[in-house]
């Protein structure tokens, strides 16, 4: 009743505090939509919308719907009953605890999906990470391949490569980043454990004419050996889990070159949200990102100050310019969507990533969530 949303029964009855040009969710199967709720709050409505039992109503747009919800996620229910939630929230599965092995397994499940899948959603860059827009001209006048363009040298310049820099990438994506720093002059080490994405990453390289500067491995980064004068890594760490950012920071620290700087691009809640969310399983690592968590920036600081000697010297943050990417991408798989069903997916897979980008989108829009460059180096260096 309080929130700026309609809801619409099957029989026609409008539930919420929306008005006529307020978003409105259509309920088709209220019932079962109920049940799921009633089975697992956290993960019952977005299978709800997956299975068709409810969606946005024509003319509304789903991120638009849920803006309002991820706006007062904290506040929407009343502190008593939010102390409940142990009893109701399900725990992190052990399956997928982020091991060599499990992380292998973990990333396979979202990024060896199909490489055709993300060709048809994301710009000509393959970039899969949050777009920086320039703010001097307006955004629906820049191409998001531009935007990813000026991500990638922010995240460089942030470590400082240059010509002759020995740089390590933890988390290759399609190689767009690897290509950018070795026409800079970097020779390259990028590591993925994806191997549709190596394997396309590494065709892109040699067609570039690169081949003699950067080296792709199918390597976990707590293997990698060595010494290097920068260190970056594009949205990497959610996938590490809590258990081994001590590790994962821990390498970077031990492969870092004196004077060397590393930049890490993150994705961000508020501290008290990861605090109140860290051990609960949600349908996000259910069905798109398992062994998925997102940090806080407090978080960050604290295991880097108690487990490195790596301090952070700078925090860029630009959570709206994630939305805007989100919403880009979405209009995107929406577009091509007859394309990517001919790859072989179905109707249910469609719905799921429909929720996953517009879910996304709402918390960016919001302040929910945030993303940032931070970068670290010794304060001794």
């Not at 990453?201 to 920068?230: H, K, P, S």
């Not at 940090?295 to 100050?305: D, Q």
């Given at each position: 009743?309080?929130?700026?949303?309609?809801?619409?029964?099957?029989?026609?009855?409008?539930?919420?505090?929306?008005?006529?040009?307020?978003?409105?969710?259509?309920?088709?199967?209220?019932?079962?939509?109920?049940?799921?709720?009633?089975?697992?709050?956290?993960?019952?409505?977005?299978?709800?919308?997956?299975?068709?039992?409810?969606?946005?109503?024509?003319?509304?747009?789903?991120?638009?719907?849920?803006?309002?919800?991820?706006?007062?996620?904290?506040?929407?229910?009343?502190?008593?009953?939010?102390?409940?939630?142990?009893?109701?929230?399900?725990?992190?599965?052990?399956?997928?605890?982020?091991?060599?092995?499990?992380?292998?397994?973990?990333?396979?499940?979202?990024?060896?999906?199909?490489?055709?899948?993300?060709?048809?959603?994301?710009?000509?860059?393959?970039?899969?990470?949050?777009?920086?827009?320039?703010?001097?001209?307006?955004?629906?006048?820049?191409?998001?391949?531009?935007?990813?363009?000026?991500?990638?040298?922010?995240?460089?310049?942030?470590?400082?490569?240059?010509?002759?820099?020995?740089?390590?990438?933890?988390?290759?994506?399609?190689?767009?980043?690897?290509?950018?720093?070795?026409?800079?002059?970097?020779?390259?080490?990028?590591?993925?454990?994806?191997?549709?994405?190596?394997?396309?990453?590494?065709?892109?390289?040699?067609?570039?004419?690169?081949?003699?500067?950067?080296?792709?491995?199918?390597?976990?980064?707590?293997?990698?050996?060595?010494?290097?004068?920068?260190?970056?890594?594009?949205?990497?760490?959610?996938?590490?889990?809590?258990?081994?950012?001590?590790?994962?920071?821990?390498?970077?620290?031990?492969?870092?070159?004196?004077?060397?700087?590393?930049?890490?691009?993150?994705?961000l809640m508020s501290h008290d949200r990861f605090l109140a969310t860290r051990n609960s399983y949600g349908w996000i690592q259910k069905y798109i990102f398992p062994g998925g968590l997102?940090?806080?920036?407090?978080?960050?600081?604290?295991?880097?100050?108690?487990?490195?000697?790596?301090?952070?010297?700078?925090?860029?943050?630009?959570?709206?310019?994630?939305?805007?990417?989100?919403?880009?991408?979405?209009?995107?798989?929406?577009?091509?969507?007859?394309?990517?069903?001919?790859?072989?997916?179905?109707?249910?897979?469609?719905?799921?990533?429909?929720?996953?980008?517009?879910?996304?989108?709402?918390?960016?829009?919001?302040?929910y969530l945030d993303v940032a460059h931070v970068t670290l180096a010794r304060p001794h260096d």
């Amino acid at each position: 009743a309080g929130l700026p949303v309609r809801v619409r029964l099957p029989d026609g009855a409008i539930l919420g505090g929306g008005h006529t040009d307020s978003p409105m969710l259509d309920l088709h199967q209220p019932e079962a939509l109920f049940r799921r709720l009633e089975a697992h709050p956290k993960i019952g409505l977005g299978e709800a919308y997956m299975a068709g039992e409810w969606g946005a109503a024509p003319g509304t747009d789903l991120a638009d719907a849920l803006s309002p919800f991820a706006a007062r996620l904290a506040v929407l229910l009343p502190k008593p009953i939010q102390r409940l939630r142990g009893i109701v929230e399900l725990a992190l599965p052990i399956v997928q605890r982020n091991t060599p092995e499990g992380s292998r397994a973990n990333i396979a499940a979202h990024y060896d999906l199909s490489n055709d899948l993300f060709t048809h959603f994301l710009d000509p860059s393959m970039s899969y990470s949050s777009a920086l827009f320039d703010p001097a001209t307006p955004w629906p006048r820049q191409s998001l391949e531009e935007a990813q363009h000026r991500k990638i040298d922010a995240v460089l310049d942030a470590a400082r490569v240059g010509s002759r820099t020995r740089l390590l990438e933890i988390g290759t994506g399609w190689g767009e980043l690897a290509l950018r720093a070795a026409r800079r002059g970097a020779h390259v080490t990028t590591i993925t454990l994806s191997s549709e994405q190596a394997d396309l990453a590494t065709e892109r390289v040699w067609a570039a004419g690169l081949g003699d500067r950067v080296e792709i491995r199918l390597q976990d980064y707590r293997a990698v050996a060595g010494e290097f004068d920068a260190v970056v890594s594009v949205e990497m760490i959610e996938a590490v889990g809590e258990e081994y950012w001590p590790t994962y920071f821990g390498a970077i620290d031990r492969l870092l070159a004196p004077g060397g700087v590393a930049c890490i691009q993150a994705i961000l809640m508020s501290h008290d949200r990861f605090l109140a969310t860290r051990n609960s399983y949600g349908w996000i690592q259910k069905y798109i990102f398992p062994g998925g968590l997102i940090p806080s920036l407090t978080a960050l600081r604290e295991v880097t100050a108690a487990h490195t000697t790596l301090r952070m010297t700078n925090v860029h943050a630009f959570g709206p310019h994630y939305a805007e990417t989100l919403h880009r991408w979405r209009a995107s798989f929406e577009v091509n969507w007859s394309a990517i069903a001919a790859v072989g997916f179905d109707e249910r897979f469609r719905r799921m990533w429909e929720f996953y980008l517009a879910y996304c989108e709402a918390g960016f829009r919001t302040g929910y969530l945030d993303v940032a460059h931070v970068t670290l180096a010794r304060p001794h260096d």
